[in-house]
């Protein structure tokens, strides 16, 4: 396939432009009318603060979404753009290269997070424009699509927790974006310290239904209050979650 710059019609991000092949995957079609999981940008619009916030993108994949944020969060806010995926990674900053002033507020880490900091095997994808390499997933995870269905390789990655990010010095979050592949608590058992004290609002996409109750289920150990943002058929289901 041969990606272009295509233009953003609606959204945090219309009028820009990023790099895509529209003709791969119907996701991108969605990103550039606004459409694509335009529930995210409604509940971080509404968090405190929105703008000025600092926003962690877990699973960044191209930086559609880190952009996004970027755009509200405005000059004073910060994203933090976790993507250990180095083709999504490569994309993301030609995407953030395109777009100079929201670039200077996003850092990029190649770590993933998860429960535990070391390294991991991690299947990846580099077959960005099908859409294949937003489905990498690490190794302790289920895959949320038959592997069979692209060329995959494996890799081993740093894995890092949020708790022990947050003692090394980065600034708390005051909202957390998290699409993983099937790695959404393992992320958040990371990050139990840190949401027990920075209560960030959090948005989790699950791939599947029994998924999506254990992070329910978490979630409300937490005293948090979770909510349905989108069901999208076949397998992805958005929740939000907010302190009570």
């Known amino acids: 396939m041969e990606p272009a710059w295509e233009r953003v019609s609606a959204g945090p991000l219309a009028g820009r432009e990023i790099l895509i092949d529209r003709r791969g995957n119907g996701a991108w079609d969605?990103?550039?009318?606004?459409?694509?999981?335009?529930?995210?940008?409604?509940?971080?619009?509404?968090?405190?603060?929105?703008?000025?916030?600092?926003?962690?993108?877990?699973?960044?994949?191209?930086?559609?979404?880190?952009?996004?944020?970027?755009?509200?969060?405005g000059s004073s806010g910060r994203v933090v753009a976790f993507e250990p995926n180095p083709s999504n990674r490569d994309r993301l900053q030609q995407n953030l290269q395109k777009?100079?002033?929201?670039?200077?507020?996003?850092?990029?880490?190649?770590?993933?997070?998860?429960?535990?900091?070391g390294q991991s095997l991690f299947g990846l994808s580099r077959d960005i424009d099908s859409g294949a390499s937003s489905m990498s997933f690490l190794d302790s995870t289920?895959?949320?699509?038959?592997?069979?269905?692209?060329?995959?390789d494996r890799i081993v990655v740093t894995v890092r927790t949020a708790d022990a990010l947050i003692q090394e010095g980065m600034p708390h979050p005051t909202v957390m974006k998290v699409d993983v592949e099937g790695a959404e608590l393992l992320v958040l058992r990371g990050a139990t310290e840190t949401i027990r004290m920075a209560r960030p609002t959090v948005i989790v996409e699950a791939h599947s239904a029994r998924l999506a109750f254990e992070v329910h289920e978490w979630f409300r150990n937490q005293e948090y209050q979770v909510r349905l943002l989108a069901d999208l058929a076949p397998s992805r289901i958005l929740l939000s979650a907010q302190p009570v």
């Open 30 to 73: 969605d990103m550039l009318s606004g459409r694509f999981d335009a529930e995210i940008y409604g509940v971080i619009a509404q968090s405190r603060p929105a703008r000025g916030g600092i926003v962690w993108d877990v699973g960044a994949h191209i930086g559609f979404h880190t952009l996004g944020f970027s755009a509200i969060a």
């Open 142 to 152: 289920t895959a949320s699509t038959d592997p069979g269905t692209s060329a995959w």
């Open 99 to 117: 777009n100079p002033d929201l670039a200077a507020r996003v850092e990029i880490l190649s770590c993933a997070l998860s429960d535990h900091n």
